[in-house]
Nanobody, 123 residues
Framework: QVQLVESGGGLVQAGGSLRLSCAAS????????MAWFRQAPGTDRQFVAG????????DYADSVKGRFTISRDNAKNTVYLQMNSLKPEDTAVYYC????????????????WGQGTQVTVSS
């Protein structure tokens, strides 16, 4: 099991940047695939980006490709999401997830979730 705590959310103007962090505890972090999902009010949880345990494979939602970058530092038990060129439609609560999914983009295949951090992008 992995315990996850997100940070780095906030209010930013369109075109700005934020970096989210997800600090993990538990020995399973280094062998867990990690992902970021987001959920806006009235919508389903949406895949944003994922990274395999080794860091050698990443996947992104089409809506964030070229703007967001996921990375991880296994020595620090932390996964990051660098978000650039933010748009108002990126506004959501962002969640970190850990697990061993067959496909990185499937939320029901993750075992552990953080509490989320709010990202608000103003126009």
């Amino acid at each position: 099991q992995v315990q996850l705590v997100e940070s780095g959310g906030g209010l930013v103007q369109a075109g700005g940047s934020l970096r989210l962090s997800c600090a993990a505890s538990g020995r399973a972090f280094s062998i867990s695939d990690m992902a970021w999902f987001r959920q806006a009010p009235g919508t389903d949880r949406q895949f944003v980006a994922g990274i395999r345990w080794s860091g050698g494979r990443t996947d992104y939602a089409d809506s964030v490709k070229g703007r967001f970058t996921i990375s991880r530092d296994n020595a620090k038990n932390t996964v990051y999401l660098q978000m650039n060129s933010l748009k108002p439609e990126d506004t959501a609560v962002y969640y970190c997830a850990a697990g061993t999914p067959y496909a990185l983009m499937l939320p029901n295949q993750y075992n552990d979730w953080g509490q989320g951090t709010q990202v608000t992008v103003s126009s």
